[in-house]
């Protein structure tokens, strides 16, 4: 029977959450994120997710698509660092007057959305 115990800790600050942190008991790994950034509409603008030498940022910039203010995610670009080494894709999203999505692309592929 396998079983982990997971140690699961928040910090928060101005009531906004600002990383998480979990610890396993069973390997002796941690997993740090955390949550950078914020607009001025409370948008989150990075996460950085630490994994013993794996390094995780998420950047995000958002539009106004069908809102009166920035709150659907424009482009997100992540970059992965292991050991030195780094690699960068990027999702950019466009969206309709109502701000429904029409259409996701990355580094391969487009995506477009109709009919909704």
Request: charge should be neutral; hydrophobic fraction near 20%.
């Amino acid at each position: 029977m396998n079983s982990t115990m997971k140690t699961l800790s928040y910090t928060y600050k101005d009531q906004k959450i600002v990383s998480t942190k979990e610890h396993d008991e069973l390997t002796g790994t941690e997993r740090t994120v955390e949550y950078k950034d914020y607009d001025k509409y409370e948008n989150l603008q990075r996460i950085v997710v630490k994994q013993g030498k794996q390094t995780v940022t998420q950047d995000i910039t958002y539009t106004k698509a069908g809102a009166w203010c920035e709150s659907k995610p424009s482009i997100i670009k992540t970059t992965y660092n292991y050991g030195g080494k780094s690699d960068v894709s990027q999702h950019q999203f466009t969206y309709d007057d109502k701000g429904n999505i029409t259409s996701d692309r990355d580094d391969v592929t487009i995506t477009r959305y109709q009919d909704y």
